[in-house]
């Protein structure tokens, strides 16, 4: 495998210098920044030192100008002009001020100080001046302000002035080219910068499109053919020591090992075909491949057992289907014999079905008797009931008499005592009671006759009860000997009855076995049929037997 930069620690170069490029970038933009800052406080402070040393300037020259003002007008208004600048205005004392504030040279800062001092050393010509015109001396006053020592003192100002103004702006103009050129100088090294960035990801998007994208593209091409099961392609990447060479290295290897396990499968399988079951799987399957070695010997075991089993399973069956010819022509005679027995019993079981039936029918004719017979008894058994019942009633009447009789007898009985009493109260009444006397013995002697009627009458009836206990009893024992009657009777109904279900019973099992018979007898004949159909099957199948020996020889199976 030949060496080859791998496109990670390429790109990851790449990526780099242009992160290293950006983070360049990015100083130098903080950089230009800054410079820029830079310059426009360089410009602004040029504009303000500029400003500021023309307002002091400006002052002393304004002051000069009002001065002169006066003098030749006498106008009261320069005047106060000249006295507001030096009390109120002081242009001259702000503008330095703002000078010093930002920043001046020793060398600029003497030559502020020797205007000054020039400057202070015309206010006392400037006064006396200005004195000599509120006096009237005008002329006086222009000898002073247009004089050779104030003039001498002005020319010496402005030489100054000119010479400051000079200096400042060649010091601060010189700040500023020199920020100007630092800003420059940024500029272009961003713009550098920007070019390498441009310039590094430009390589990269080539590197990436022709030593990562195409290949990737080759790769995924061949991928979908090996996909198809197309393992013959044509791959024209070579492997090598990068990414993508192991990527190439290992799909050649990957078809050279599906390549080997397909030969080695179909080289088996073709053998197996041919009825070569002696065969063994040799090759060291990889990976998910293995199930499959596995399962190919599982099956080379399966076959060579069921191919065995199936060989001795044939001869068994060659065997047990001679056995099964001959045992099937037994059992057709067999059968045949059976049929004519089955025949006779048939016809025998039919006689004794015909008697059963007439004796069934009989039965039913009894019971229909026997019940007619106890539905009579029932009657008479009620009848006897209410005669029972009636002697009762007049068992009951007889007392009911008797306690009437014992009544009449204790009404005479206390009849005869009031007669006695009445006679005994008529006898003390002498012959006033003679007529109630009479009464009395009259009532005695019918409390007398009532008592006798009683005694017969109770006589009669003691005799009626014992004739109608007697009768009682003589109904009590007919109702028992009936009574045992009826329970006989019934028994004979039942018996009767349960005679007459067990004859139904009986013809109806005797149908039944009488139509089992027929069954029988169709079953009887149909085995005779299938039994000549066996035999000749089991011939065929003896045939077929002997087929599947030849057919099994043919494949070569382990020892």
């Known amino acids: 495998m030949k060496k080859a930069m791998s496109q990670s620690v390429l790109t990851l170069i790449l990526n780099g210098v242009s992160i290293l490029s950006l983070i360049f970038l990015i100083i130098s933009l903080f950089s230009y920044g800054k410079a820029n800052l830079q310059l426009s406080k360089a410009h602004n402070e040029r504009f303000e030192l500029t400003y500021n040393a023309n307002r002091f300037m400006n002052g002393s020259a304004y002051l000069t100008n009002e001065v002169r003002a006066f003098a030749a007008t006498g106008a009261q208004e320069h005047y106060d002009n000249y006295w507001n600048e030096v009390n109120n205005l002081k242009n001259r004392d702000i503008g330095v001020a703002a000078l010093q504030e930002i920043g001046i040279t020793a060398e600029e800062q003497g030559m502020i100080d020797k205007m000054f001092e020039l400057s202070n050393s015309l206010v006392p010509l400037e006064e006396e001046a200005m004195n000599q015109v509120q006096n009237g001396k005008k002329e006086d006053a222009l000898d002073y302000v247009y004089g050779t020592d104030y003039s001498t003192a002005i020319t010496e100002i402005n030489a100054i002035k000119e010479q400051f103004l000079a200096d400042l702006d060649a010091r601060t103009k010189t700040n500023v080219e020199e920020l100007t050129s630092e800003t420059e100088r940024i500029k272009g090294t961003m713009i550098a910068a920007f070019i390498v960035v441009g310039l590094i990801q430009l390589f990269n998007i080539l590197l990436t499109r022709r030593g990562i994208l195409r290949p990737v593209i080759s790769i995924r091409d061949q991928m979908v053919e090996i996909s198809k099961g197309n393992l013959s392609a044509k791959f024209a990447l070579q492997p090598n020591t990068s990414e993508i060479g192991m990527l190439v290295a290992s799909i050649h290897e990957t078809k050279k090992e599906l390549k080997k396990y397909i030969n080695d499968i179909d080289n088996k399988l073709a053998q197996m075909a041919q009825g070569n079951m002696n065969l063994t799987i040799d090759d060291d399957y990889r990976g998910e491949f293995l199930p499959i070695q596995n399962a190919m010997r599982e099956i080379l075991d399966s076959l060579n057992a069921a191919l065995s089993q199936i060989n001795t399973a044939s001869e068994q069956v060659s065997e047990g289907a001679g056995r099964m010819s001959y045992n099937a022509q037994s059992l057709s005679s067999g059968t045949v014999q059976q049929a004519a027995a089955v025949e006779e019993l048939s016809s025998s079981i039919q006689e004794i079905s015909r008697q059963v039936s007439n004796t069934s029918s009989d039965a039913g004719d009894a019971q229909l008797s026997s019940m007619e017979a106890m539905k009579h008894l029932k009657i008479c058994n009620e009848k006897m009931g209410a005669l029972a019942v009636a002697i009762e ?167």
């Open 393 to 559: 009633d007049i068992t009951k009447s007889s007392r009911e008499i008797g306690g009437i009789i014992k009544t009449i007898e204790d009404i005479s009985f206390q009849t005869n005592i009031l007669a006695l009493n009445a006679s005994v109260e008529a006898a003390r009444a002498g012959e006033a009671g003679k007529g109630f006397s009479v009464v009395a013995d009259e009532v005695q002697s019918l409390a007398n006759k009532s008592a006798e009627s009683a005694k017969n009458i109770t006589e009669l009836i003691e005799n009626s009860i014992k004739q109608v206990k007697y009768g009682a009893s003589l109904s009590e024992d007919t109702t028992k000997a009936l009574a045992a009657v009826i329970d006989s009777g019934q028994k004979s109904t039942e018996l009767i009855e349960r005679i007459a279900d067990s004859a139904t019973q009986q013809a109806e099992s005797l149908g039944q076995l009488t139509e089992g018979m027929h069954q029988i007898s169709d079953v009887v004949q149909t085995n005779a049929s299938t039994a000549q159909e066996t035999a000749m099957t089991a011939q065929d199948l003896q045939t077929q037997a002997d087929g599947l020996k030849f057919s099994i020889h043919k494949f070569r199976l382990r020892p």
